[in-house]
């Protein structure tokens, strides 16, 4: 069972004695069934934030500017957007021991091997991983389509009307002004 609902007003209630909480929750749609059938039983439950889905109009503006240059560099796209993340996106540092250095990397969008390093007498390995875009706030996100067309401009292709950039953008930020705060 998996859905959208929110915490009720209600009181939390925390027992001592069993050492759990009862959190009342109200839950969009009809669920009676399923949570019927799943009373009694142990759950692995997760309880986030909802998140409204990124604006289908910004990140399609953003991947027809990606297919234009992969187009005039007779490249793969996705590679594009990878140098893309390099160039504009967002990243971190991370150290991790050798032996899960693939098993990191396969965890983020685009990850570089900096080097070895020794940290209090062990061996590790640094990282520079890149996020994917879906992980961008309006900010972050206005800056990798802002560098995409800037991109654009420099190889002489013509990018969108800046008109149709500002509302995807605007688009976009109204898709994730709950989120964000």
């Excluded at 390099?86 to 540092?93: E, I, L, Q, S, V």
Aim: net charge neutral; with cysteine; hydrophobic share 35%.
């Amino acid at each position: 069972m998996q859905g959208t609902g929110r915490l009720t007003q209600q009181e939390i209630f925390y027992s001592r004695q069993s050492k759990c909480t009862l959190l009342p929750l109200v839950i969009d749609g009809d669920v009676t069934q399923e949570a019927s059938d799943l009373i009694g039983q142990t759950l692995d439950i997760k309880v986030v934030k909802h998140r409204k889905k990124r604006s289908k109009d910004a990140n399609a503006l953003l991947w027809a500017c990606l297919g234009e240059l992969a187009g005039a560099l007779r490249a793969d796209k996705w590679d594009v957007y990878l140098q893309m993340l390099k160039r504009y996106g967002k990243f971190t540092y991370i150290c991790v021991k050798p032996g899960v250095v693939e098993a990191v990397k396969a965890q983020w969008r685009e990850c570089e091997e900096i080097g070895e390093i020794d940290i209090n007498g062990s061996k590790a390995v640094q990282l520079l991983c890149y996020f994917g875009s879906s992980t961008y706030d309006t900010k972050e996100f206005s800056v990798l389509l802002d560098g995409v067309i800037s991109e654009m401009l420099e190889i002489g292709i013509t990018p969108p009307p800046g008109k149709h950039i500002r509302e995807a953008l605007e688009q976009w930020e109204k898709s994730h002004s709950t989120h964000n705060g």
